[in-house]
């Protein structure tokens, strides 16, 4: 079967850095997103990996490993608004979007 | 821009009853998807559609049908509803369904109650 799995909940300080972890076992892969979605709200795109590597984008990084089924999001200068539930997917052989739970994360000041 | 737009906002329904979730997109995309988030499980694929007049299952199709007139709509119709069909749903679209990069981009939701 398909499976991703993430933290479910993470707590962490507001200016700091946290990183939320990301495995998974899919038919096949094709590239892995990560969306944020607040409470209430539908999920928004925040980045893709293909490739091996870190891709930066201002205070959020992804990073991504194909051999080890492993990617992370890393989330600097921490602010209160970043408090919100973080998805991983990843695009299967079919080109289906496989999800994750999300992680909850919640800022504290 | 209007992106993806759903209708109702939220719905209160009684167990039988039938119902159709409407979903509109202006971006001229291709593919449509319609999933379902329950609390602690990841988005689930009901139906998808990758171009005007195909359609196709996904996760969960049991209960929903859809259908694809036009490249704008995807409504999702629940025939009898049952308390299980209790979620939040959501409609995407994406340019293509072909090809890694594949973002989607999320309507607004529509929460459904069955009773």
């Known amino acids: 079967g398909q499976n991703i799995d993430q933290p479910t909940e993470m707590t962490a300080t507001e200016g700091a850095i946290v990183q939320i972890n990301c495995t998974y076992q899919?038919?096949?892969?094709?590239?892995l997103f990560w969306y944020q979605q607040h409470a209430g709200e539908a999920p928004t795109f925040l980045s893709y990996?293909?490739l091996d590597g870190l891709e930066e984008k201002g205070r959020f990084s992804s990073f991504l490993s194909r051999s080890k089924g492993y990617s992370y999001l890393l989330l600097k200068e921490l602010q209160m608004k970043d408090s919100a539930s973080y998805l991983c997917?990843?695009?299967?052989?079919?080109?289906?979007?496989?999800w994750g739970a999300g992680t909850k994360l919640i800022i504290k000041p | 821009t209007a992106g993806i737009t759903q209708a109702p906002t939220s719905q209160i329904l009684a167990a039988g009853r039938s119902m159709t979730l409407r979903c509109t997109q202006d971006?001229?995309?291709?593919?449509m998807y319609w999933y379902r988030q329950d609390l602690g499980l990841g988005l689930r694929l009901i139906h998808y559609?990758?171009?005007?007049?195909?359609?196709g299952k996904g996760e969960v199709p049991d209960g929903y049908s859809v259908s694809r007139a036009n490249t704008d709509d995807f409504p999702l119709t629940l025939a009898s509803a049952v308390p299980s069909q209790t979620s939040v749903y959501f409609c995407?679209?994406?340019?293509?369904?072909?090809?890694?990069?594949?973002?989607?981009?999320f309507g607004p939701g529509t929460r459904l109650t069955v009773l």
């Open positions: 995407a679209s994406s340019d293509s369904w072909e090809g890694s990069y594949n973002e989607q981009f």
């Open positions: 971006m001229r995309h291709n593919a």
């Open positions: 559609s990758n171009t005007a007049g195909t359609t």
């Open positions: 899919t038919s096949g892969f094709n590239g």
């Open positions: 990996n293909v």
């Open positions: 997917a990843v695009v299967d052989s079919n080109y289906q979007l496989i």
